[in-house]
C-alpha cells in the first residue's frame, strides 16, 4: 500500500456528561485533574485505547487490520493459540541478527496490525529493526474549562460474601461511590507525519479508518463509568507537502473555543454553551482545512 | 561558530527520563542535550551530520507534576513474530493489555520552554554534495516554516515540542527571574554513544542565569 503523502495536523473535540472520561489511578480512579488549573485531562493512550477498539470492531477479522494491543476481547484468538501450539512445529529459537530478516519482521507486523502500523511497538528481543516508530502521535487532551469531579454515592442491593450478610444481620446492602464530571468538552491536539507513514506503510486508507475511528469511537464505547461521551469536532489541516508547510502551533491557535455567552453566569453544561471558530485567515498558504465533524 | 543555529522551543509538558528512575519515570529538571539533538533530528538530519548541541537556555521556572498511567508490561519477541510469519496468521501474536499491565507514575516537568543553541559536523558518511551551508540551509529553511521529518517532542512522544526558529541576531526570549544565579543539576546524560554498542555518557550540568553550557562531546568532562 502506498503511504499518505502529506502531513496533517488534527484537533479533536468530544465531550462528556455526567461521567468519567479517564479515571486517574493514583487519585482513586477521580477523573483526571491538572492540579494547577482544574482542568480535567485524558490521557493519549486512553484516546488510543479506543481507537484500536473501533478498528477492531469495525474490521473484525479482516486481514491487514488486526489489533496488536488488545483489550480482553477475542477470545476465539486465545483458543486459536492453542491449537496453532500443537500443529506448528517448532522453530528455532534463533533472533534474526541479519538486518534483511529484521526488516522483514518488522514491514510484516506493520502490514498486518494496523495499530503497529499507526501509532508503532516495540518488538525488541535485541534485534535493531525491532522498533516501529508510528506516524499518528497524539498529546494529552484537556478540558477548556476547569472541571468540578462529583462522587456520587451509591448503593448495591446485594452483598458479596456470606460473611457479610452475616454482619447486616439479612440486610444486604453495599454502598459505593462513583466519580463523575457533571460537563466537560475537551480538545486534543493530534500530528501525522508521512515520512515515518512512509515506512510503516500507513496509506491513505488507513488514514480514513483513524478519522472513521476519531469520529465514531465513543458510540462504542459506552460503559456506566462513562455515561455520555461524544465527538463534536474534527478539524484536519492537510500540508501540501510530506515535510509540512506551517508550525503546527499556528495551526491549532487558529482554532478558537469560546462561551457562547460572554460572561455566562451558569457553568457551561452542553456543547451549545460554546462556539468553536475557525479563524481561516490565520491559516497559512499550502494548509488546506478540512472540518470532518 | 559561523553556522551554529538557535531554535526556541516549548510546550506544555515534558519528560526527560532520568536512566536511573526509568520505571516510575522521574524528569531531569532540565532539557537533555540528546534530547535536544533529537528535536533538531526531528526537523533536519541526514546521516552525512551530526548535531552538536553548544548551550541550553532554560526560560521557565522548573515545575514538576506526577501522572500515572496503565502501560504494558512485555515486549514482544522477534521470535514469535518469525513464527506466525511462517504459520501465515496473526494469531497469538496479539498482545492482552490487562493480562499485561503496569501502573507506573511518572513525575514530568510542567510548561517549559528552551532556547537550544547547536552546531552539526558532517560524518564520515558525507558524500561529495554534502556541504556544510547545504543541511544549515535546509534546516533553516524547513524550522522557519515551521517544517519537520516528524512532529518534535519533549522527551516522550505524547508531549509535542513547538518550535521557531531565532534568525541571527534575533534577541533571545528572556528568561523568568527565579532562574537567576547557578545552580549545580547534578549529573545528567549526555547523550548515548551509539558507536561504542550504545553507552551513556553524563556531564556536570550547572546552570548559571538560566544557562546550561554544553561540554563538547569529545571533551574530558563526557563522561562514560
Redesign the interface.
Known amino acids: 500500500m502506498t503511504a499518505i503523502a502529506h502531513r496533517y495536523e488534527f484537533v479533536y473535540l468530544f465531550d462528556i456528561t455526567n461521567g468519567n472520561p479517564n479515571g486517574d489511578p493514583d487519585a482513586g480512579n477521580m477523573p483526571r485533574l491538572d492540579p494547577e488549573t482544574n482542568r480535567g485531562l485524558v490521557t493519549d493512550v486512553c484516546l488510543k485505547r479506543k481507537i484500536r477498539n473501533f478498528v477492531s470492531l469495525d474490521k473484525a477479522d479482516a486481514p491487514g487490520y488486526a489489533i496488536y494491543m488488545q483489550e480482553k476481547a477475542v477470545l476465539n484468538n486465545q483458543h486459536r493459540k492453542a491449537y496453532d501450539a500443537i500443529s506448528l512445529k517448532p522453530e528455532d529459537k534463533k533472533l534474526p541478527k541479519e538486518e534483511e530478516k529484521a526488516r522483514a519482521i518488522t514491514n510484516w507486523m506493520c502490514a498486518n496490525f494496523f495499530d503497529v502500523r499507526t501509532f508503532g511497538a516495540v518488538m525488541t528481543t535485541g534485534v535493531n529493526a525491532g522498533q516501529v516508530r508510528g506516524p499518528v502521535q497524539m498529546a494529552f487532551a484537556t478540558s477548556i474549562d476547569p472541571v468540578v469531579p462529583l462522587e456520587i454515592s451509591i448503593t448495591r442491593m446485594a452483598v458479596t460474601t456470606e460473611k457479610e450478610a452475616e454482619a447486616q444481620s439479612g440486610d444486604n446492602r453495599t454502598m459505593g461511590r462513583k466519580h463523575i464530571i457533571p460537563y466537560g468538552l475537551y480538545r486534543a491536539h493530534g500530528f501525522v507525519s508521512a515520512k515515518l507513514a512512509e515506512r510503516t506503510g500507513f496509506s491513505e486508507k488507513d488514514l480514513n479508518l483513524f478519522w472513521q475511528a476519531l469520529i465514531n469511537m465513543f458510540e462504542h464505547d459506552r460503559s456506566a463509568a462513562r455515561s455520555e461521551m461524544a465527538a463534536r469536532k474534527l478539524i484536519v489541516f492537510e500540508h501540501e507537502s510530506a515535510m509540512g508547510n506551517a508550525p503546527a502551533h499556528l495551526l491549532f491557535d487558529a482554532v478558537k473555543i469560546a462561551p457562547a455567552v460572554a460572561e455566562a453566569e451558569a457553568a457551561p453544561r452542553t456543547f451549545r454553551d460554546y462556539t468553536v471558530t475557525l479563524d481561516k485567515a490565520a491559516i497559512p498558504a499550502g494548509v488546506s482545512v478540512r472540518e470532518l465533524l | 561558530m559561523a553556522f551554529g543555529i538557535k531554535l526556541y522551543v516549548w510546550g506544555?509538558?515534558a519528560c526527560f527520563t532520568r536512566p536511573e528512575m526509568k520505571v516510575e519515570r522521574v524528569s531531569y529538571d532540565v532539557i537533555t542535550p540528546s534530547a535536544a539533538r533529537g528535536i533538531l533530528d526531528a526537523i533536519h538530519w541526514k546521516p552525512a551530520i551530526r548535531w552538536h548541541v553548544n548551550r541550553i537556555h532554560v526560560l521557565k521556572p522548573i515545575r514538576f507534576?506526577?501522572?500515572?498511567?496503565?502501560?504494558?508490561g512485555g515486549?514482544?519477541?522477534?521470535?514469535s513474530?518469525?513464527?506466525?510469519?511462517?504459520?501465515g496468521?496473526?494469531?497469538?501474536?496479539?498482545?492482552?493489555?490487562?493480562?499485561d499491565r503496569q501502573?507506573r507514575?511518572a513525575t514530568i516537568l510542567?510548561d517549559v520552554a528552551y532556547v537550544i543553541e547547536a552546531h552539526f559536523e558532517l560524518t564520515a558518511k558525507a558524500g561529495p554534495d554534502d556541504s556544510v551551508g547545504k543541511h544549515l540551509d535546509i534546516f533553516n529553511r524547513?524550522a522557519r516554516?515551521?517544517?519537520?521529518?516528524?512532529?518534535p517532542?519533549l522527551g516522550v512522544?505524547?508531549?509535542?515540542g513547538?518550535?521557531?526558529l531565532l534568525e541571527e541576531g534575533e534577541a533571545l526570549p528572556s528568561s523568568h527571574g527565579s532562574l537567576k544565579g547557578s545552580r549545580d543539576l547534578g549529573w545528567m546524560l549526555h547523550d548515548i554513544d551509539f558507536e561504542y554498542g550504545a553507552t551513556p555518557r553524563f556531564f556536570r550540568a550547572t546552570m548559571n542565569d538560566g544557562v546550561i553550557d554544553v561540554p563538547a562531546w569529545s571533551s574530558e568532562e563526557v563522561k562514560a
Open positions: 506544555d509538558r507534576e506526577s501522572i500515572r498511567r496503565n502501560e504494558v515486549k514482544l519477541s522477534a521470535a513474530v518469525a513464527k506466525a510469519m511462517s504459520a496468521s496473526t494469531a497469538g501474536l496479539p498482545n492482552y493489555v490487562d493480562e501502573q507514575a510542567r524547513r516554516k515551521g517544517q519537520c521529518f516528524q512532529m517532542c512522544r505524547e508531549f509535542p513547538h518550535f521557531k
